[in-house]
Structure formats: C-alpha cells, structure tokens
C-alpha cells in the first residue's frame, strides 16, 4: 500500500506531535509491518469503563505462594510457557537432572546465583542471567543460595538471535558475549562438591519420566558442534537508542522464536530533541499479546509497580504510558527499569492460579 494523509500529521513518528495532541501508532507485526499514526486530542487510553476479556493484567508475583523446585504456570500458548519458578540449595550429591523434551528453556535468573551442569559443561549464572538450555539439554542447577528464575519455555522452535539488520551483527550484543559451557571447569567441580547426578527426568507432554543410572550422566569427555547451552548477562545488553527519536521496544529483541519475541528494556539516556517523544508511544498491539516482568528499577511508564511483578495486556486493546508518567517526563533525562517483555502472535492463555494474585483495578490505572 502507498503512503496518504489526511489533517494534522507529522512527517516522522513520535516526533514533533501537535501541542495538547497525542500519537497513536496503530501497526502491524508488531513494529515490522504497515503502519500509521493518528493524531488525536486525547489518548484511546481515556476509557471510562472495559467489560470482557480485553481488560489489561497485573499480577504480582512476590504475592504467589512459593513452591520450590515446581514450575508454577503463568501464561501459555501452543508456542510458548511462561512460569514462575523458585529453587533453594539442597544436597548436591545426587541431585537430578532435568531434560525437557517439551522445548527449549530459557530461564531469566530474576533472583539469585549458581551453576548449571550440562552434558556440554558448566555454565553459571546470577542476577540478570538469560540461560537458554536447547530442547533435550540434560542438565542440573544448582543454586547457591534462594533464586527465582522467569521459565520462557519455547515448544515450536528453538531461540535465535534477533535479526539486526542494518545496526549489523554486533549491535544490541556482540555474539562474542554469550557465556560457554566448560567442560573441565564441571569435571572440577563435580569432584570438589561431590556430585554425581544417577537420575535424569525427562518432561514430555507435561509428563515426568524418569530414567535411573547406576553411573553419573555427566561423563562428556569431549564435543564439537554448533547446538550447546548459553547463558548472557542484561550487563553484556547495549542497548540501542536514537537520540532524536524514540525507538519502537522491537529495537531491545534479545532472543526470538517462532510465535514469539524476548525483549530486554534497560536503563539508557531519554531522547534529547526538544520535540522527541520520551515516553512509550501509544499503540495498538494489533497482532501481539504483550507481556512485561519488571525486573529491577523504577519503571517510570506505570504507576505503583516493583519488581517482581507481571502485566499481560492482550492484543487488540490500546495502551501507553500512564497519565503521571506523561507529566512527569519533563524532570527525567534517563530511564533506569529493567523489564524483560515476550510478545506473543498466539493468543495467551492465564493459568487460574494468577486469579489470587491479580490487582484487579490494573485496568483503571489509565484513568485521570
Ligand atoms: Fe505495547
């Protein structure tokens, strides 16, 4: 389709917006497809009253009920699982290990250190840890102290490293920057802690089964190849910015998948044109269900969030920032949240569990 206009617009987005107007982007594919922007006097965001299953989400994780060495479901797709999941240390001499025949695991370390025992070698983590663990990757955490990891678990495709496109391979993160399983360093360690794992589970179909052995499963002596665990730290993430205007969150895509997006939002300076939005755009996530982890900081777009809490707003609803976060935007020169986001093409479904921890006025946040 070719490009048209009509009254009031502006020749390039989030960028020099009619005084007392707003901008909404209505797109599709996310930020990749055909797009416009609407000027209008005030946001879609100006609802006085939303009945039935478009009602934005909040949910606060610190409010759920731990259950250590369980992945507790949160929001899931026949592409993807989303899950809360708190391990504590234990005994490591016969500690299991796990495969998951179900897909590839991606776990974001929200809490915590540790070590990850894999038949490719020893990878560690702590605060700020992605661990992408392929399809069928035997393998075994061992914490060392209480963590609590988001599990994004992939059921159609394994992950991939965002196309970068003319920012060229080495924006965003250096590939460079992924952290490598050792193989000696987990011989080593395997011997000073006494480990020796006698029991693999393996999850497929959601269902445990369990293989013993009567020797440790962890006996690589060498490999070669291209498919292996990774771990990258948020710290190893650069993130991308314009100074002089605001880049749509597809510009923070840290892992994709079929069906599915991972995106990290981290502190970076706020756009320094005088006429640059500085805030999130409004918009319509017309092919996209949208979740958000806020992980650490001060998430400055919402009111009344911390860490540790989860918002789903499904496809085909408006969102933006909130109206404090638009007044107070003037004092800021920063951002300084950490969120982790996975955008989903599929419809997500919320696991019931979610219903006590849900902030049921969420949807009223937007409201004057
Ligand atoms: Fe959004």
Redesign the pocket.
């Known amino acids: 389709m070719h490009q048209y206009s009509q009254g009031k617009f502006t020749t390039q987005g989030h960028k020099g917006i009619p005084e007392g107007h707003f901008e909404e982007e209505q797109g599709r594919k996310g930020f990749f497809g055909p797009v416009s922007h609407l000027i209008k006097p005030q946001p879609s965001t100006r609802w006085n009253n939303i009945e039935g299953p478009l009602r934005p989400h909040l949910y606060d994780l610190v409010e759920m009920a731990k259950s250590h060495g369980q992945w507790q479901r949160i929001l899931f797709n026949s592409d993807v699982t989303i899950s809360n999941y708190w391990l504590k240390p234990s005994d490591p001499t016969h500690a299991k290990a796990f495969r998951n025949a179900d897909g590839d695991t991606l776990y974001f370390v929200h809490k915590g250190s540790g070590e990850i025992f894999t038949e490719f070698g020893l990878l560690k983590y702590k605060t700020g840890t992605y661990i992408n663990i392929p399809k069928c990757v035997t393998h075994t955490l061992l914490p060392s102290e209480e963590c609590q990891f988001l599990v994004i678990e992939s059921h159609t495709s394994f992950y991939r490293e965002p196309e970068r496109g003319m920012v060229g391979r080495n924006a965003f993160y250096d590939p460079t920057s992924f952290g490598k399983p050792s193989l000696d360093e987990m011989h080593a360690r395997m011997k000073e802690i006494g480990f020796s794992a006698l029991e693999i589970q393996i999850k497929r179909n959601k269902e445990i089964t369990r293989f013993t052995y009567n020797e440790n499963v962890y006996d690589t002596v060498g490999w070669k190849g291209d498919f292996f665990p990774v771990t990258l730290h948020i710290s190893d993430l650069m993130p991308l910015m314009s100074a002089r205007v605001h880049l749509p969150?597809s510009a923070h895509t840290t892992f994709a998948a079929n069906g599915f997006v991972v995106c990290t939002f981290l502190p970076r300076p706020l756009e320094s044109d005088a006429d640059a939005l500085k805030v999130?755009f409004y918009?319509q996530?017309i092919d996209y269900d949208?979740v958000l982890f806020y992980h650490d900081g001060n998430f400055f777009s919402r009111d009344n969030l911390h860490a540790g809490m989860i918002t789903f707003?499904p496809a085909g609803f408006p969102?933006g920032p909130h109206p404090k976060a638009v007044k107070n935007i003037g004092n800021k020169t920063h951002t300084d949240e950490v969120a982790v986001m996975v955008d989903t093409w599929q419809n997500l479904n919320v696991d019931p569990s979610l219903e006590k921890v849900e902030l049921k006025d969420y949807w009223k946040s937007w409201m004057k």
């Open positions: 969150p999130p918009h996530n949208e707003h969102h």
